[in-house]
């Protein structure tokens, strides 16, 4: 069965950076893209980016452009985020999910807050 | 960038009534690229529909989608106590900028 299995919370300061990972299972890993989806706390979801776990290809919201980065290790079916110059509206609950149909597997999610 | 607005924000219903959710894109959405989601606190979000219509694995037939364009509709027939959560739509058709609408609550009446 798919599964996505994202690394544990993570707290960060204002300025630092983060990295976050989601572990994918059950399904041949390059065949499908990889979101990265955000929510913080009470508010709808947003969506950062996507990856091609094939050849590392990328696209990211415009919002976000120069601070986010995807990429991925094709030995360990695993695909990253990393947010740089974090701020405290960063705090969120950060989601992978898999691109089939539409974005049809989501990960647990992982905490990320951003406090002094 | 498709801006995806929601209505209603929020939507009181009983249990055995009919719901309808609207979902309106600022421009066309490419090949109706358009999927509903339903999400409870603290849970990853739920695929339900995909394809502005097409329901996903597993999804009651309860749900269904419709719409074409730039405007679409999550109707849920003869509400159950679990369907009472909160739901967004998101287009994919766009260069891969993958926009989500703002969410409807649907709360018990």
């Known amino acids: 069965q798919v599964q996505l299995v994202q690394s544990g919370a993570e707290v960060e300061k204002p300025g630092a950076s983060v990295k976050v990972s989601c572990k994918a299972s059950g399904y041949t890993f390059t065949s499908y893209y990889m979101n990265w989806v955000r929510q913080a706390p009470g508010q709808g979801l947003e969506w950062l980016g996507i990856?091609?776990?094939?050849?590392?290809?990328?696209s990211y919201a415009q919002k976000l452009q120069g601070r986010v980065t995807m990429t991925r290790d094709t030995s360990t079916s695993t695909v990253y985020v990393e947010l740089t110059r974090l701020r405290s509206e960063d705090t969120a609950v950060y989601f992978c999910a898999r691109q089939g149909l539409a974005a049809d597997y989501w990960g647990q999610g992982t905490l990320v807050t951003v406090s002094s | 960038e498709i801006v995806l607005t929601q209505s209603p924000g929020t939507l009181s219903l009983s249990p055995g009534e009919r719901a309808t959710l609207s979902c309106r894109a600022s421009q066309s959405v490419s090949n109706n690229f358009l999927a509903w989601y339903q999400q409870n606190p603290g849970q990853a979000p739920r695929l339900l529909i995909y394809g502005a219509s097409s329901r996903a694995t597993g999804v009651p037939e309860r749900f269904s989608g419709s719409g074409s364009g730039t405007d679409f509709t999550l109707t849920i027939t003869r509400l159950e106590p679990e369907d009472f959560a909160v739901y967004y739509c998101?287009?994919?058709?766009?260069?891969?900028?993958?926009?989500f609408g703002q969410g409807t609550k649907l709360e018990i009446k």
């Open positions: 990856i091609d776990p094939s050849g590392g290809g990328t």
């Open positions: 998101q287009q994919y058709g766009t260069s891969r900028d993958y926009t």
